[in-house]
Each structure stands twice: as C-alpha cells, then as structure tokens.
C-alpha cells in the first residue's frame, strides 16, 4: 500500500540550507562577493566593521555597495540601503542595467531601501535610535550600505567635528552588530589620493578606492584597498569592469599606476 506522504515541518528551508555550507568559512569574516575582491582582503571584509568606499562620480560606488549586499541577500542575509540622493524607482531602474534585481529581494523581505536626510542621521547621532535602529534590529539586519555619506559630511564644517561626527557614526553602526559599507564621493585623482576629508578616512576600518581614469581614448576602471585593519591586504592595483552581474576584477594587477 502505498504510504501517504506526510509534509515534514523540520524539512531544512532553502535559505537555510545555503547558510550552512558557510561553516567552514572564517566566521570572522563577511565575504564581500565581488569577484576576485575577497582574495585581496584575507577572505572578507572583518566581521561588524564600518568599510569605507571612495571613488569619484559613476566610479561604480553604488554597484559595488549593492553587490555587496547581494551577496549576503543570496544567503538568506537581511540586508539594508540607506541613501540621501537616490529615488528608489530610479535606482532599481539603475540596477536592473546590470542584472541586479532589487525588487525580488525586497519581496522576500530581505531587501529595505531606506531614503533618509542627512539631518536626521544627525539627530540620531545626536539623541540615539530612530528608523534605521529599529530597522536593523526588527529585520536582523547583518549588511548595511550608506551611499553616499559626502552630503551628511558636508553638515560639519571643520575638520574636528568631521571627525567625531565620524566617530559617532562608526561607533553606532558598529554597535548595531552588522557589517557597514559607506560611501563617499570624491575623485582620488583630484586630490592625488589625499582625501579631503582625513576625518572620515581614518576613522573608517577599511579605505578601498575606485579610480576611473581617462586613458588616451577611453577611461579604466582601477581598484585599491587603501587600508584594511587587521588584515594583510593588498598593495596592489588592480583593472576592473562594470558589466552584466555588476563588478569583475581582473586576477592580475598592474605593474604601473600613475594616479593622473
Ligand atoms: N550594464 C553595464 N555595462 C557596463 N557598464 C555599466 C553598466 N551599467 C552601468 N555601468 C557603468 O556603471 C556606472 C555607474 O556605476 P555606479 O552607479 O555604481 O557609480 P557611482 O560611483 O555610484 O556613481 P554616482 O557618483 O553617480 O553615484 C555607469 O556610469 C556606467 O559607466
Ligand atoms: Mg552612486
């Protein structure tokens, strides 16, 4: 006879099965997903860390951070986006350009893109909590991007209070225990890889540039972690593409980088 099948309510979710082919990974470290960029960082960015991104306008910040939190969205991770400058309508729209469908993960409720106003991440430095608080405490939130915090640093106008704003940022993101991708706009050929703002860099765990830079004809895409905590990252420049599925870096970095 034959035997009816029973649905067994301890049948592993999908998700979580994906989860667990991560435990033989570092569990210090959160892989960034990019190709050939987790290989340059010891395996991942350091986990909890505030990573920040510099790179001038369309140097592939947006894609980068939104890569990032693919990643982990893939593995069934809660992921948050948090921007001053970009509608979201047009920012999916963006994003679809490069495969990256941020309306399905949003239907999972993985996904919660958040506009908010660089004013009121001041008041919440200032008076605690708010939105994004209880965001990522609700949703368990384990990735976070800020794209960009150029318009909140603007707020501060000498370089101390740049400074402990910064301080203040990065302590708290630290203390929501998920792993923080920030952004900044600023061309690093402008200021011959001197940022304007030391503040913010050196607060920041990590410092990884973007170079978009005009070759004869054409511009090339170049990438650089700048400074990484803890970890033996790098020295080295490397060639990459923005394409279909976002950021590739090229394997073999290059023997000559002129930053002009
Ligand atoms: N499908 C694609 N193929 C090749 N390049 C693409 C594709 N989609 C986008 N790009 C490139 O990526 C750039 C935009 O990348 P991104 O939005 O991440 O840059 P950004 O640094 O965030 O820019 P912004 O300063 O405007 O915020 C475009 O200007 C274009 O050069
Ligand atoms: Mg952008």
Redesign the pocket.
Known sequence: MARKKVKNPKKPHKDDRVRSKKVEMDPHRVPVGIPNFDRLIEGGFEKNSTNLLV??????????ATQFLIYGMERGENCLYITFEEKKEQFYH?LL??GFDLRKYEKKGLFTFLEYSPIKVKTMLEEGGGSIESIILKNKVTRLAM??ITSFSLLFEDELSKREAALSLFGMTRGWHCTSLL?L?EDPVDFGGAFTSKAIEFEADSVIV?YFIRKAEKRERFIEVLKMRGTNHSKEVYPFE???GGIFIKTTPVSHFVCK
């Open positions: 790179g001038g306008s369309g140097s592939g910040k947006s894609i980068f963006n350009e490069v794209d960009s952004t706009e973007l923005i394409k279909e």
